[in-house]
């Protein structure tokens, strides 16, 4: 499949280019309907009304969420605890940061930024761990490093959404990229 490359989108009008509509319908389940159902609800209701925060509350709500986790990166501790003031508003939240247990990078031979001086790891396997202890209903990651948001996601119970991307150089805003004629140079060299 190559659709980004696709010019058409025929699909958006009902087409199936590989016709197999009826054998990907039955991986849907019963959970995964659920699922769909909220996240078409919350589309339809407030398409391009609500920010992000906002459908998460609202996709929450709708899915009759009550308790709620936090796995951040310690580089973005005070976005994190403004957004856990906005969601203990509606539900019990949960937060770890990605520094939990104060692991040493040398533990593991993980290469340091500062090779000189004490580097605790970033921990997805733990956050995850501790919010599977909680029982949380939906687990949010908010600016995890590339391979540590892959390590949290697989190790989750919960099903989990990205509400923050972590990009250093843009401002955890990664399609910045894609919209800068100077990085798609950049990128293109």
């Known amino acids: ?59 929450s709500k709708e899915m009759n ?27 019990k939240v949960h937060s770890v940061c990605c520094k939990v247990c104060g692991i040493d990078k040398s533990d593991f031979k993980l290469e340091q930024i500062d090779k000189k001086s004490y580097e605790a790891m970033c921990n997805p396997l733990g956050q995850a761990s501790i919010l599977n202890e909680k029982n949380t ?6 600016g995890l490093c590339i391979g540590h948001d892959i390590l949290f996601t697989r190790h989750s119970e919960a099903a989990v959404t990205t509400l923050v991307v972590k990009d250093r150089v843009l401002a955890h805003n990664p399609l910045g990229a894609v ?9 293109n060299k």
């Not at 490359?5 to 009008?13: A, E, L």
């Not at 209903?137 to 908010?142: G, V």
């Open 1 to 59: 499949m190559k659709c980004a490359s696709c010019t058409k989108k025929d699909c958006f009008k009902g087409k199936d280019c590989l016709e197999n509509r009826e054998e990907i319908k039955e991986l849907y389940r019963e959970g995964e309907i659920d699922l769909l159902k909220a996240s078409s609800a919350i589309e339809a209701r407030y398409y391009m009304e609500k920010t992000r925060i906002e459908e998460v509350i609202l996709f």
């Open 65 to 91: 969420y009550k308790k709620i986790g936090m796995a951040f990166c310690v580089g973005l501790e005070q976005e994190a605890h403004q957004i856990q003031k906005l969601f203990k508003k509606h539900f």
């Open 137 to 142: 209903d939906l687990n949010i990651i908010i």
């Open 179 to 187: 919209y800068s004629k100077y990085y798609q140079n950049k990128l």
